[in-house]
């Protein structure tokens, strides 16, 4: 079921567009702007459930309230742009994901991984293979 969902948004007009407009936000450096480590296309998320609709995503390492994040750095509900492949202006809908960044995810992998190999060297082989 999944599979059809990802091949009905990858079919959807909204892709395209939002390709577009990533290769220019990217380009303009939301990453220092508003505190990201990573932007992406994924599907809008709304209480925990898909809203089977395609989203410009922002990951951030920590979600806050609107309240605590500086006017400048907040992440507008939409970006209204034009699109030269359309003609025609357009808003894309963004959404926020609290997500560590990947680098450090790796580093607490590889942190556990050889954490977990010296203990295996340390212990002697038990029954349960735990």
Not at 76 to 92: G, M
């Amino acid at each position: 079921m999944a599979k059809e969902q990802r091949q009905e948004f990858s079919n959807q007009e909204e892709y395209p567009l939002l390709r577009e407009f990533l290769t220019l936000l990217v380009r303009a450096n939301p990453y220092s702007r508003y505190g990201v480590h990573a932007v992406g296309i994924g599907d809008k998320v709304i209480a925990r459930k898909p809203a089977n609709r395609l989203a410009l995503r922002f990951y951030v390492a920590r979600k806050l309230p609107l309240s605590q994040v500086p006017r400048e750095q907040r992440i507008p509900a939409s970006f209204q742009t034009f699109s030269y492949e359309y003609n025609r202006d357009v808003e894309l809908v963004t959404d926020v994901i609290e997500s560590p960044p990947a680098g450090l995810l790796g580093s607490l992998i590889q942190s556990r991984r050889f954490v977990r190999s010296r203990e295996a060297l340390a212990a002697p082989p038990s029954i349960t293979g735990h």
